[in-house]
């Protein structure tokens, strides 16, 4: 499967399904939404702009999703919704007050971040250089809210997401392909990178066992989300 670059979308010449981002057709509930993103990556060529589009159209219902919506107190959690038929994972994020993640990239993956409910935050990094001791600045934040989707890869940068309320949770709806297991989380006082491991918290609603989730206290202490 080839994902085309945000940048040069595919041309529609061809009238190729599910390549003119405008000729998404809005889907009425999140059962739809991911009937249709199987459909789309089930062709070799998935265009960006077709997915953050018809992701954009879902118009967030909790009633939808609240059964992967299982949130703890201490950290935020991520929650599978669909495995993609191996393409993709579709997975619910809930953030808790003021609850962040580390920076991070995403394993040569794209990943498409959709608002459902609450406002998140976003720093946006360019790659520290191998050598690097200094401080990792932001070039950009940004706050999203629901119907937004924005998007992600590892050409365009690595990110910080957090919930920047302190009186409200948050939701996000996460699509990234191909799956992955592992990815870099960077110290921003150094840049210096570690690999770590991401972790379900539920899977289909239903709470992910702890065995399943790490078997010593290090997996559990560096088991990150992104
Ligand atoms: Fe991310």
Redesign the pocket.
């Known amino acids: 499967m080839e994902i085309e670059n945000y940048d040069t979308p595919l041309e529609n010449e061809n009238n190729e399904p599910y390549s003119d981002p405008s000729k998404v057709v809005r889907p009425k509930s999140l059962e739809e939404l991911i009937q249709e993103l199987h459909k789309i990556f089930a062709h070799e060529k998935v265009n960006v702009d077709y997915v953050q589009r018809l992701m954009t159209l879902y118009i967030s219902n909790k009633r939808e999703w609240k059964k992967y919506a299982k949130s703890d107190p201490h950290r935020y959690t991520r929650n599978l919704v669909d495995e993609g038929n191996g393409k993709f994972n579709l997975m619910l994020l809930c953030w808790g007050e003021a609850h962040g993640?580390s920076i991070?990239?995403?394993a040569n993956s794209h990943?498409f971040?959709k608002v459902l409910d609450g406002k998140v935050r976003?720093e946006l990094y360019d790659w520290p250089s191998e050598s690097s001791t200094t401080e990792m600045k932001p070039r950009a934040i940004n706050e999203y809210e629901t119907p937004c989707c924005t998007y992600?890869n590892d050409n365009l940068g690595?990110?910080?997401?957090e919930n920047p309320s302190h009186s409200d949770p948050a939701v996000t709806l996460?699509l990234y392909s191909p799956p992955f297991s592992e990815?870099d989380s960077f110290d921003q006082r150094t840049g210096h990178k570690q690999k770590c491991k991401v972790t379900f918290w539920s899977k289909f609603g239903q709470r992910t066992p702890f065995g399943k989730r790490g078997t010593c206290q290090e997996a559990q202490q560096y088991a990150e989300?992104?």
């Open positions: 993640s991070h990239s995403h990943c971040l976003e992600i690595l990110h910080r997401i996460h990815c989300n992104n």
